[in-house]
């Protein structure tokens, strides 16, 4: 191979994963970093790494190559992967962009453009409208997205032509302050469609093949959520006609390296047409490329595809054609974000305390967060990626659920417990959820019975005890004499380690050991990570964290109920729209704040007069800042 050192131009999870492929390969590593970054994972994984200002500062990004030595940058996903400026930036430099050239980028990095490549190929696009015209002509709901970027940002479902501007509004401010361009397209929009996107790969010698097709239906507002190969309900016939049209597109816009070419599916069985139509190429490498490598077998063997970029960048011919690719199995994959799912899905910062990962046979878990590591709001919110496989679809999703229960990240809340109850679902088992099911249909938040049981049972176990316990940092061991108490959580719960009971139901434990308590409750053996600090005990259970505190911690939180409208995430106020002494609507916008991308309303609890205003525009705000104050109408 003519590359001998590489620059990940990434952070997290996916630099850790391409440096992987870097080491087994003999290559040189190169991390970057920023002052958010000093002691982050990928910084001690490379070979040597380099601080810069910012991971979007195309100068500085190939200055650090430059010094460090490296042949080739691998941009991995996001920030830069998608930028035409940064890969002509990195080629002027004689430099090699481990992805497809800047033209392919310019190409296709805008849908607008794109669609029209797609057109040229022959490949069937969704219908669409111009963003200027006359709203009330349009066949409503349609779709208003971005021309520029991708992963759901700049995008509304509008239904009437009564709602349009205000959504057109709100998707240009979002994409422009996305991607710096508020170009809008406006199409069609399948009310119950499946999500669908071919993997391709094409080298500089005129060769590309699929490598087979994966379902992302299971979304939340255009993000991902679940992801998993191959599509579980599509045939034979389908599957030939949709990655024929994902090479095709390629092949016309003469792609190379690893690119994803998605399409929305019209399914018959949600009442559709049983066309499909394309929606846009990713010109990277995707989050969920892991479900593709663990399904697909070229010439009966696995398939890395980092190595295939990096070989596809050093000039390489691909070493196989397209009947030498087949499938084998199934794969999902379940993306872990900082966010609180039952809590209205608002984004999630702090220190982790404690972090478990799931491992065993058939499950892969690629992530970059560990103990006592500061998870903040500057990037995006996924924290890693768990892909479990199996022989068949079934073996794969139990398999993921089984990974979920022994999944544990602890000091804030994630969506690890969301998304086990969501895999272990029926409409998830029978594959009958569709790209707008997550935004009509609510997922059952788990309840607090049996963690309680479990935080009251350490707790009354601590209690009789002064010496170390299994639930402190060194997870030391312990025995104990049991002994009966009151132990004061969200309530008071009465353990009885004598009799064996907590609120008179029967408990038996069966082993205490680095965090992890085992019970017997009324006969059904549980199995839980406990964290127990000065003020809170939590308990990871079936994924979900759960925080138990006494009356007295809870006590110093202001309550919404008081007129008090405090930060509910650390984050930017983006605008104030009332001043002190004004009067207000209940459920007027005070104002809104943004985290991780994420726009947030600020509301009156009731009707009322504003009597103090914290929030100014453009600020940082720490979680739980005092933003307004309503005081009630008499």
């Known amino acids: 191979m003519t590359i001998h050192t590489v620059l990940v131009a990434n952070r997290g999870e996916i630099a850790l994963r391409v440096f992987r492929t870097c080491h087994r390969l003999g290559l040189r590593t190169i991390a970057i970093y920023t002052d958010a970054d000093v002691d982050a994972p990928h910084t001690r994984a490379a070979d040597e790494a380099l601080w810069v200002p910012s991971y979007l500062y195309v100068d500085g990004v190939v200055a650090a190559a430059q010094e460090a030595g490296a042949d080739a940058i691998h941009p991995g996903y996001g920030f830069l992967s998608e930028r035409a400026a940064f890969a002509s930036t990195v080629e002027e430099a004689g430099l090699t962009l481990v992805g497809p050239t800047a033209d392919v980028m310019e190409a296709m990095g805008r849908k607008d453009h794109a669609r029209e490549i797609a057109v040229k190929a022959g490949v069937p696009v969704v219908p669409s409208y111009d963003a200027g015209h006359d709203p009330s002509s349009f066949a409503y709901p349609v779709l208003i997205k971005a021309a520029a970027g991708g992963g759901g940002k700049g995008m509304r479902v509008v239904r009437t032509s009564e709602e349009y501007a205000d959504a057109l509004a709100a998707a240009r401010r979002e994409a422009g302050s996305a991607f710096g361009d508020d170009t809008m397209l406006v199409e069609k929009y399948v009310e119950s469609g499946r999500h669908i996107e071919v993997q391709v790969l094409g080298d500089a010698h005129g060769n590309v093949v699929h490598l087979f097709e994966r379902d992302c239906s299971t979304q939340r507002r255009h993000q991902k959520v679940l992801e998993e190969a191959p599509a579980p309900t599509i045939d034979a016939a389908l599957r030939a006609r949709i990655t024929g049209a994902a090479v095709d597109l390629a092949r016309q816009v003469g792609y190379t390296s690893a690119g994803t070419v998605e399409f929305l599916l019209d399914p018959v069985e949600f009442g559709g047409t049983g066309d499909f139509y394309f929606l846009e190429m990713n010109t990277r490498l995707q989050v969920e490329h892991p479900v593709t490598e663990s399904v697909v077998r070229v010439a009966g063997g696995g398939l890395d595809l980092v190595e295939q970029q990096l070989r596809v960048a050093a000039g390489e011919a691909l070493a196989f054609a397209q009947d030498d690719v087949t499938l084998a199995g199934h794969a999902i994959e379940a993306r872990v974000y900082a966010e609180d799912s039952f809590g209205g899905f608002l984004p999630q910062a702090g220190t982790t305390s404690l972090v478990r990962w799931p491992s065993g046979e058939g499950v892969r878990v690629d992530h970059a967060v560990e103990s006592n590591q500061v998870v903040s709001t500057s990037y995006d919110p996924m924290l890693g990626k768990i892909i479990a496989y199996g022989d068949d679809r079934e073996t794969a999703r139990q398999a993921l659920v089984h990974a979920l229960d022994g999944t544990a990240i602890l000091g804030l809340t994630t969506n690890a417990g969301f998304l086990r109850v969501l895999v272990a679902g029926d409409a998830f088992r029978d594959a009958t959820i569709d790209t707008a099911w997550l935004d009509h249909h609510d997922v059952p938040a788990p309840d607090a019975d049996i963690p309680r049981v479990m935080a009251a049972w350490v707790s009354a176990m601590l209690a009789a005890l002064d010496t170390g316990h299994p639930f402190q940092a060194d997870g030391f061991r312990l025995g104990g004499a049991p002994a009966p108490s009151l132990v004061r959580l969200d309530r008071d719960v009465l353990v009885d380690r004598a009799a064996g009971t907590v609120d008179g139901v029967p408990v038996r434990q069966l082993a205490a050991e680095n965090h992890v308590l085992e019970l017997e409750i009324d006969g059904h053996r549980v199995r839980a990570v406990v964290n127990v600090q000065p003020d809170i ?42 001043s002190e002494g004004d009067a207000v609507a209940e459920g007027q916008v005070l104002g809104m704040m943004e985290a991780m991308k994420m726009e947030l309303s600020l509301k009156a609890p009731y009707a009322g007069q504003v009597t103090a205003v914290g929030a100014v525009a453009g600020e940082q705000v720490a979680l739980g800042a005092t933003l307004f104050v309503v005081e009630a109408q008499p």
Request: proline share 7%.
């Open 537 to 578: 005990v939590e308990v990871s259970y079936q994924g979900q964290r759960f925080v138990l505190t006494g009356p007295d911690w809870l006590a110093d939180h202001a309550d919404v109920s008081d007129g008090t409208i405090t930060a509910p995430m650390p984050g930017t106020v983006l605008e104030v729209t009332v």
